[in-house]
């Protein structure tokens, strides 16, 4: 047996990293629509992007195509309003929002 192997287990798991990613519900809303969007045809593929500014949610109409859309969840933002944003693959800010839901629901997504 070799003596020189050590398990080392590491469950120091910081509140801050939780939040690093979207919750629970966010998510939720955000693959609501996005089931609502694939059921339709408007979309078709997704892709998560995560730094440590940021968590983003891409989506495709063509996997082999830039992303339509991105919702994207700051963590830091420099303004309340801008902790949620949709952008377009430029980056070019449609809307705004410090609130998920309310950013989500109130869009008309055919005609963004």
Known sequence: MNKS???????????????????????EI???LYAKMVSNGSWKDYGLSISSRQVIFSVFKN???????????????????LKYLITDSKGKIFKNSSDLKELIENRNWKKL
């Open 63 to 81: 996997s082999a195509e830039s992303a339509m859309y991105k919702i994207c969840k700051n963590f830091k933002p420099s303004n309340k309003n």
């Open 5 to 27: 192997l050590k398990l080392v287990v590491n469950n120091s798991f910081k509140i801050e990293d939780k939040k690093k990613f979207f919750e629970k519900k966010e998510l």
């Open 30 to 32: 955000i693959l609501n």
